[in-house]
Structure formats: C-alpha cells, structure tokens
C-alpha cells in the first residue's frame, strides 16, 4: 500500500468532491461467469437489498464489470458509501476512503483486505442490524484506518537501511 503506487488507484481521485445520497451497490449478478456463493451469497436478494437502501432515502446506483473505470470511481467518490459482494469493486471503496458494506461468507479474508468495511454474510443485515448503524461503524473504521495508515506512512523506515536489504543478489 504505497501512496506513490498508481496501480492502486490514488491518482485519479479528485481532493474534496460533494458527497451526495447516492449508493454505489456492486452485485454479481451481471457477471459473465457466476461466483461462488462465499462471494456473493446475496446473489437473489439484491432487489430487497436495494430496497432497504432506497426507503432509507438513498439513491441506489448499481454498477457492473462493463462500466467504464472514471464512471465507477466519480460515482465512488461522491456517494455516501457502498455495498456490496466480494469483489473488486471494494478494493476501490479502500482506495477512496469511503465507507462500504460487503456481503460475503470469506469474512476473516475481507476483514484483512478492506479494513474500514462492515462485513456480514447475513443477507438481511440491513434489517437485522440496521442501515444507519452499519454505515456509522464503517465510517469510524475509515476514521482509524486513515489514521492508521497515515501514522504507517510517517514512520515508514528506509528499506535500503534493513538488515536484509541487498543481502540476496
């Protein structure tokens, strides 16, 4: 997680753009090839998902794989967070620092990859849990990440000065 690496998506981001009620919702069911249901056990509940977010006063946006990359990620930046399966779509969500929810079984896995998100495989979570609280816990872990991060990148020490460095040649 370098900041200077653009293969992670920090050099499109635009600084400071409005927030609006949008929700970027990714799900699998416009993929070519079918996902395992640990990645998206919510595959016949979208519709009530996306239900849920709008009687919320949410304007639900869905986006697939075939959407063009600057659409997906302005929409990523001005919504006011996301859900979705486990896919790639939330590596985006990390990269913009915006709060997310990933329905998915690979738990312990998606914990590690996108620190900030709510993860549940409940597909009802939104009922069970609520919306409101959901969205509240991914924003504080967004708040401890960034800080997390932003700690990480100030301390980070010179490789060149580790032991191993150059070692193997």
């Known amino acids: 997680m370098d900041e200077f ?8 981001l635009k600084a400071n753009k409005p927030t609006t009620d949008k929700v970027v919702v990714w799900t ?4 070519l090839i079918p996902v395992s249901k640990d990645k998206d056990p919510a595959l016949h509940y979208w519709d009530e ?3 849920v977010v709008e009687d ?3 304007e639900p946006v869905e986006v ?23 896919g790639l779509a939330h590596q985006l969500f990390k990269k913009a620092w915006k709060p997310v929810i990933v329905i998915c079984n ?7 990859l996108i620190p900030q998100a709510v993860i549940t495989n409940d597909v009802h979570c939104m009922q069970n849990i609520g919306l409101p609280a959901m969205i509240d816990t991914s924003k504080r872990n967004v708040d401890v990440v960034k800080r997390k991060y ?6 980070r020490p010179d490789p060149t000065h580790h032991e191993l460095y150059n070692v193997y040649r």
């Not at 699998?28 to 993929?31: D, I, L």
């Open 56 to 58: 919320h006063g949410y």
């Open 49 to 51: 998902i996306i239900k």
């Open 28 to 31: 699998s069911r416009h993929n």
């Open 64 to 86: 697939t794989y075939s959407d063009p990359m600057d659409y997906v990620m302005d929409l990523i930046e001005e919504c006011s967070f996301g859900i979705g399966y486990d």
């Open 106 to 112: 690979r738990i312990k896995l998606n914990r590690l």
């Open 150 to 155: 932003t700690r990480y990148l100030l301390e």
């Open 5 to 12: 690496n653009q293969v992670h998506g920090l050099g499109y």
